[in-house]
């Protein structure tokens, strides 16, 4: 018989997120242990766990320790469209209508790891929709790097 313990391979790592509330937050369908190490610059097996309580992202990493927005947590494609109401959201906790600075380095992330033209267009419809909260430099550094990504991807 095998223990428990032994189960877990590398191939099927276990969710570290942690739903803590019988109310889930609109917002936490952008949370990812992906987002979370790109966020804090740690690798994901350094995550102990992600708790989505009711109004905050409580997160866990090694040497980490922080309640983190939901506001923080860039859209992402394959889950449930962006609603009006996200940019209510967004703007109650940025107070203005510009996102984080990390959303741009996020979709930056997410276009060079597009792994074909059809995953790079649905990242870039993606920050299209979004386009408004993202300052002029902002949108301009990612339109450069969907160019040049796009170019690379037909050329190869």
């Known amino acids: 018989m095998i223990a428990s313990s032994q189960l877990k391979s590398s191939t099927f790592a276990c969710s570290q997120i942690i739903h803590k509330s019988p109310i889930l937050h609109p917002l936490a369908r952008f949370v990812t242990e992906e987002t979370v190490a ?5 690798s994901a097996d350094e995550i102990y766990r ?9 997160v866990h990493a090694k040497g980490i320790s922080r309640f983190v927005s939901y506001a923080d947590f860039p859209p992402i494609v394959r889950v449930n469209a962006i609603a009006p109401q996200d940019f209510g959201r967004w703007y109650k906790r940025w107070k203005s209508k510009q996102s984080p600075a990390f959303w741009t380095k996020f979709y930056t992330y997410k276009f060079k790891k597009a792994v074909s033209v059809d995953s790079l267009l649905e990242w870039g419809q993606l920050v299209a929709t979004v386009k408004s909260v993202l300052s002029g430099a902002a949108l301009q550094q990612l339109r450069d790097v969907y160019a040049q990504e796009k170019d690379l991807m ?3």
């Open 38 to 42: 790109l966020l804090f610059n740690i």
């Open 50 to 58: 992600i708790e989505c309580c009711r109004y905050m992202v409580y």
């Open 154 to 156: 037909e050329k190869f």
